[in-house]
């Protein structure tokens, strides 16, 4: 009946890591611990209750016995007082049955009335293991919280170690690659512009010269 009792007992006083480390819910198994302990507790108080009902009925045959007793001890008398030794006899002969029965009543009463003592006392054992359990299992069930959060916490941070940092990495290096191609490109364009410029330039020149060697042979003309 209690040896589930040690199996909880077993249980609540070995490291939570145990339990982490099996495909269990600490918490929610730690709630039906409670549960099967309370179920447990039930029983045991029905077995209580019945043992003290055969322990009181017990107790009130084994009085009815010796009452009875003392009645066939008066009977006994009063038939041997009328002077009717015969019928006094038999009234003892039944008078020492009847104690018989009492005597052993009175063993199977005592009998009861210990084992009923045993069942309290194991029933109060097992309500303050429950009580003791239901306070352990508040500390065990926040520490499960704070070790998932841990755990959670450090898986977070490796992922941000191995994936999200290389991932950082990458596009820092495809950043540095565009500005690259960006200062190339920006080179390539003051190049071509420089060589548009000096183009357009000559281009000027020639025109100035031309329309300055018109002006002198316009200016000789004149002069002649």
Do not use: W
């Amino acid at each position: 009946m209690f040896r589930f009792f040690n199996r909880v007992r077993t249980i609540v006083s070995s490291e939570l890591n145990a339990l982490l480390n099996k495909a269990e819910d600490p918490s929610k198994m730690l709630d039906q611990f409670i549960v099967d302990m309370e179920k447990d507790i039930a029983d045991v108080e029905s077995a209580v209750a019945k043992q003290i009902a055969n322990e009181k009925l017990l107790h009130r045959k084994f009085e009815e016995a010796v009452s009875y007793t003392a009645k066939r001890e008066e009977q006994a008398l009063a038939a041997l007082e009328s002077g009717d030794e015969a019928l006094a006899r038999r009234v003892l002969e039944d008078k020492n049955k009847q104690q018989a029965n009492a005597d052993a009543l009175k063993q199977s009463y005592e009998e009861a009335q210990k084992l009923s003592a045993e069942l309290k006392d194991k029933m109060r054992e097992m309500k303050a293991e429950h009580d003791e359990m239901k306070m352990k299992k508040d500390s065990l069930k926040a520490r499960s919280e704070s070790a998932k959060a841990r755990a959670k916490v450090n898986r977070a941070m490796s992922g941000i170690g191995d994936s999200a940092k290389s991932g950082f990495e990458r596009m820092e290096e495809k950043v540095l690659q565009n500005e690259a191609e960006a200062e190339s490109s920006e080179e390539l364009r003051s190049l071509n512009k420089s060589l548009d410029d000096e183009l357009a330039g000559l281009e000027t020149s020639s025109s100035v010269d031309r329309e300055l060697a018109a002006l002198k042979e316009k200016m000789q003309k004149k002069n002649a």
